[in-house]
């Protein structure tokens, strides 16, 4: 046995020591994309832990594939929708195509980054990678790296009619099923949509097409259209990206503004930061619709209403007092909150693990976001009133009115992120876990972040404090409740999960 492993292992290594050359063989694109398969296939639902719109899904699985690879060094067509098409079309294509990326460095044993057909991955990485988790110092990254590649090419292998699961169940409470299995009654419109591509016949593969989607759409368990419209709506809009664009360019605006102070200026920034708002507001409200879930339930999620809140309380600044001045931190801020949460998995889970499944994990996060919200703008403030020299910077209000607003930021944001990090985070806990406190490393930080507004306050209500003191303490509160995002991350705990 350990000799078979070994000999797997050197020939394993042989293969991965020099990626593959890209393969000659091309499916039938020009078919896919004559027969307008991409537009026939966008809203048909795959359950993936819930009905998933097929551009979606597409998109996603797309993704997966490629990684940090350059497609014109692959088999994959620039177009996504085609190319996962192609692979369930295409069984040679799916095996022998190379559109699989590979990265250095990606899971125990990859020294070299490549492009992998599926029968090259199975037959020089797998053996490779399981012989390096086996004898890796930490096996439980290792394991976990290697399940992770190897479930990278398990979705390639299930982009067919035998594993996808297209067919709604006939009674409520059944599990999907893929269309091409046995008994079941939309194989014969999957077989002649196999067939028509194997023809070339574009005009067939069309009819045939709709044939099979039409039948999908009529069976009795079929989900409703509203969600899935919604979410290949809001994946075509792409809400975020345009959230991205308007916060960046009203913060380089801002710098302008700073140094012309041009009156037109300041209706654009604010109209921008308008715009990135109601993008954001959009997705959202978008995700909590198709999830069925507020979107509290990952970092991606609490990111982007960490970003949210942010913006919404520069805004309500704005509304109340008329200036602009903090948008020259604030939209940077919350423009690389987003940034932070592009980092980490933004598709919308299906089902939540237990712990998650509860309102007060809303309230505990939604409270804690817009405290944290408020102290972006108390960080602001205290940061504009560092930098500003006595009498200069003359965008800026004089500094008595910057202490003002950084302890009226304080003030608002300390009982919502008391009563939703540490009240309400808790009771949550003591539901999911059973337990009020445990010293998981995220309610540690919380702790200090409460603790450390605690001292503001008191030190500004019984001390006396105002001045570069309390506006160092403003930027210590937001540093440090940025750090508790990821403490997580760094020593674990039972919020490591998310």
């Known amino acids: 046995m350990v000799n078979r492993v070994v000999v797997l292992a050197l020939i394993g290594a042989i293969f991965a020591a020099t990626p593959p050359a890209v393969a000659e063989y091309e499916p039938d694109f020009d078919s896919i994309e004559e027969a307008g398969l991409p537009g026939v296939f966008a809203e048909m639902p795959v359950y ?14 797309y993704d997966t594939m490629k990684g940090s690879g350059k497609v014109s060094e692959s088999d994959l067509s620039r177009d996504k ?8 079309l295409d069984e040679e294509y799916r095996r022998k195509g190379r559109v699989l990326y590979v990265e250095a460095g990606e899971a125990p044993g990859v020294t070299s980054s490549g492009w992998y057909s599926l029968t090259e991955f199975e037959r020089s990485v797998i053996p490779v ?12 990254k290792a394991n976990r790296q290697a399940h992770e590649l190897v479930g990278r090419a398990g979705r390639v292998n299930a982009l067919n009619f035998t594993l996808l699961a297209l067919a709604p169940p006939a009674e409520e409470g059944e599990p999907w099923t893929p269309v091409l299995r046995e008994g079941s009654e939309f194989a014969p419109a999957a077989e002649k949509v196999l067939a028509a591509y194997a023809g070339g ?6 009819v045939t097409a709709l044939g099979l989607k039409t039948a999908l759409d009529s069976a009795p368990g079929a989900p409703g259209k509203g969600k899935i419209k919604l979410e290949h709506l809001t994946a075509r809009l792409n809400p975020v990206t345009w959230t991205f664009v308007a916060y960046i360019v009203g913060a380089l605006l801002m710098f302008f503004w700073a140094g012309l102070r041009w009156r ?3 209706a654009a920034v604010v109209g921008l930061a308008v715009i990135g708002f109601a993008f954001q507001t959009y997705a959202i409200i978008a995700r909590m619709i198709i999830s069925g879930n507020w979107p509290t339930s990952g970092m991606y999620e609490y990111l982007l209403v960490f970003s949210w809140a942010s913006a919404l309380f520069y805004l309500a600044f704005f509304v109340k007092t ?3 001045f903090l948008g020259i931190v604030v939209l940077p801020v919350a423009f690389i909150l987003l940034v932070l949460g592009s980092i980490f998995p933004s598709e919308i889970e299906g089902q939540l693990v237990p712990a998650l499944q509860s309102y007060w994990l809303t309230i505990h ?3 804690a976001c817009l405290g944290e919200g408020a102290f972006a703008l108390a960080f602001a403030a205290g940061l504009l009133y560092l930098i500003k020299p006595q009498g200069k910077l003359n965008f800026l209000p004089d500094k008595e009115k910057l202490d003002r607003v ?5 003030a608002v944001g300390y009982p919502l992120f008391t009563v939703g990090a540490l009240v309400a985070g808790a009771i949550w806990a003591q539901k999911a876990w059973s337990v009020w406190w445990s010293w998981d490393p995220k309610e540690v930080a919380s702790l200090v972040v409460f603790l450390i507004a605690t001292v503001y306050l008191h030190a500004r209500h019984l001390r006396g404090w105002r001045g570069a003191k309390t506006a160092i303490l403003q930027i210590v509160i937001f540093v440090t409740a940025i750090l508790t995002l990821f403490s997580n991350m760094i020593f674990g705990g039972l919020h490591s999960y998310t």
């Not at 990678?129 to 439980?140: F, P, Q, T």
């Not at 016949?201 to 069309?206: A, P, Q, V």
Request: aromatic content about 8%; overall charge negative.
């Open 48 to 61: 993936t832990g819930r009905p998933t719109p097929w551009a979606v899904y597409a998109a996603n699985a």
């Open 81 to 88: 929708q085609a190319t996962v098409l192609a692979l369930v």
């Open 129 to 140: 990678v399981m012989n390096a988790a086996m004898g890796a110092d930490d096996v439980e």
């Open 201 to 206: 016949d574009s005009g067939d593969l069309r």
């Open 264 to 266: 037109w200026m300041t």
């Open 322 to 324: 008329r200036q602009v």
């Open 365 to 367: 996060v939604t409270l």
């Open 406 to 410: 950084g302890y009226a930021a304080v």
